[in-house]
T-cell receptor, first 115, second 116 residues
Framework: AQSVTQLGSHVSVSEGALVLLRCNYSSSVPPYLFWYVQYPNQGLQLLLKYTSAATLVKGINGFEAEFKKSETSFHLTKPSAHMSDAAEYFCAVSVGAGTASKLTFGTGTRLQVTL | DAGVTQSPTHLIKTRGQQVTLRCSPKSGHDTVSWYQQALGQGPQFIFQYYEEEERQRGNFPDRFSGHQFPNYSSELNVNALLLGDSALYLC???????????????FGPGTRLTVL
């Protein structure tokens, strides 16, 4: 069975600082990996995904993530935080495409951006 | 292009009652998955529907059931509600094999269920 661990339930950065949100996965087969963002009282919005193509994945709003098989990691980064980035971020794993691709989520990291 | 829609937005029920939540998938999508997100937690997979059949199920009791209609929309039913069923219920849809988007699930805004 696959699983995801997000290190740090809360991360606080200053506006303009680097954002680094950590995600480690466990999967017995090559995984598909996703980052979603959730703003208060809203659903999940896809930020980016890794599906076995390029290991460095660029997403929306300036975010990117790098798949590192040797470290079983898929950390999310953004060079310069903006106040609008404050939200809950979820890393998720699935074990393949198609109709059986259920997502297994981490517990989330709440990003706070301060002035 | 309409995204995933869910209704109602909020719902308040009492213990023992039954509830039905509804979801319309993104245009062109044929697979619907349901997730439960308790406060402060990540979403947990309930089940997935494709071709009007339950294809995969998470670790949820039989009180949770669903249905998919010929137009691909879906319902989630929960019987004998418990206080612990209070959560945000999220619907996600994904596309058919021909679209090349089967690997990505797109989420709706959710239905907030409160059980008193």
């Amino acid at each position: 069975a696959q699983s995801v661990t997000q290190l740090g339930s809360h991360v606080s950065v200053s506006e303009g600082a680097l954002v680094l949100l950590r995600c480690n996965y466990s999967s017995s087969v090559p995984p598909y990996l996703f980052w979603y963002v959730q703003y208060p009282n809203q659903g999940l919005q896809l930020l980016l995904k890794y599906t076995s193509a390029a290991t460095l994945v660029k997403g929306i709003n300036g975010f990117e993530a790098e798949f590192k098989k040797s470290e079983t990691s898929f950390h999310l980064t953004k060079p310069s935080a903006h106040m609008s980035d404050a939200a809950e971020y979820f890393c998720a794993v699935s074990v393949g495409a198609g109709t059986a691709s259920k997502l297994t989520f981490g517990t989330g990291t709440r990003l706070q951006v301060t002035l | 292009d309409a995204g995933v829609t869910q209704s109602p937005t909020h719902l308040i029920k009492t213990r023992g009652q039954q509830v039905t939540l509804r979801c319309s998938p993104k245009s062109g999508h044929d697979t619907v998955s349901w997730y439960q997100q308790a406060l402060g937690q990540g979403p947990q997979f309930i089940f997935q529907y494709y071709e009007e059949e339950e294809r995969q199920r998470g670790n949820f009791p039989d009180r949770f059931s669903g249905h998919q209609f010929p137009n691909y929309s879906s319902e989630l039913n929960v019987n004998a509600l418990l206080l612990g069923d209070s959560a945000l219920y999220l619907c996600a849809s994904s596309g058919p094999l021909t679209s090349g988007t089967t690997d990505t699930q797109y989420f709706g805004p959710g239905t907030r269920l409160t059980v008193l």
